[in-house]
């Protein structure tokens, strides 16, 4: 099993960019699919973009569609996220996840997770 550790996040103003990564220990990583979620206060975690083993194919939720990629190097045995136009409500703590089950949006379908990450937009 895969441990995560994502890093990247930070203060940003409405309009810029950051990118996310997510490092993963263990020689397994190229077996699961992985994705990006976020959660702002009080609020339900939210899926943001997923990625298959081989990186040939990328969900990304209509939220964040045409301004966050998700992309990953088996290589480094890393996960990313490019976030572009950076809007205050993709504020939240981003969370890296792990899962066998293709494309799924659900937490449920992940078993592995990271600490998260801050990112906060100010307007």
């Known amino acids: 099993q895969v441990q995560l550790v994502e890093s990247g996040g930070g203060l940003v103003q409405a309009g810029g960019s950051l990118r996310l990564s997510c490092a993963a220990s263990?020689?397994?990583?190229?077996?699961?699919?992985m994705a990006w979620f976020r959660q702002a206060p009080g609020k339900e975690r939210e899926f943001v973009a997923t990625i298959s083993w081989g990186g040939g194919s990328r969900v990304h939720a209509d939220s964040v569609k045409g301004r966050f990629t998700i992309s990953r190097d088996n290589g480094k045995a890393t996960v990313y996220l490019q976030m572009n136009n950076l809007k205050p409500e993709d504020t939240g703590v981003y969370y890296c996840?792990?899962?066998?089950?293709?494309?799924?949006?659900?937490?449920?379908?992940?078993?592995?997770w990271g600490q998260g990450t801050q990112v906060t937009v100010s307007s």
């Open positions: 996840a792990a899962g066998l089950i293709g494309y799924g949006s659900r937490p449920m379908d992940y078993n592995v």
């Open positions: 263990g020689r397994t990583f190229r077996n699961y699919f």
